[in-house]
């Protein structure tokens, strides 16, 4: 029962790259699913990228498919979201999520999902 822990947000030219971290730590065993999922100003909550618990599965949001990429070390039960090629529309805030329940094989569905981050803010302007 510990609040995931993003970081590594900013603000960059479209075209550039961030690499967000995040921590799940604080549990014996797990996570099994981690994601990242994004809202925008005035936006509802997209999913963007998750990875499964072994990390020899991902899925992405069509929209970041190609420039986005997830990764997992369960040693130290962090995910990172490495976001190259960004443009304006990947202006969002970004929330790590963790499933410390494996209850659900559905990754691109936020009711997966019983850990969430306070969010990072990543800012992309042309």
């Known amino acids: 029962q510990v609040q995931p822990v993003e970081s590594g947000g900013g603000s960059v030219q479209t075209g550039g790259s961030l690499r967000l971290s995040c921590a799940a730590s604080?549990?014996?065993?797990?996570?099994?699913?981690m994601a990242w999922f994004r809202q925008g100003s005035g936006k509802e909550r997209e999913f963007v990228a998750a990875?499964?618990?072994?990390?020899?599965?991902?899925v992405y949001a069509d929209s970041v498919q190609g420039r986005f990429t997830i990764t997992r070390d369960n040693a130290k039960k962090m995910v990172w979201l490495q976001m190259n090629s960004l443009e304006p529309e990947d202006t969002a805030v970004y929330y790590c999520?963790?499933?410390?329940?494996?209850?659900?094989?559905?990754?691109?569905?936020?009711?997966?999902?019983?850990?969430w981050g306070q969010g990072t803010q990543v800012t992309v302007s042309s």
């Open positions: 999520a963790a499933d410390f329940r494996g209850l659900s094989v559905k990754l691109r569905m936020s009711e997966t999902y019983d850990y």
């Open positions: 604080g549990h014996s065993f797990g996570p099994y699913s």
């Open positions: 990875v499964s618990m072994s990390g020899g599965y991902s």
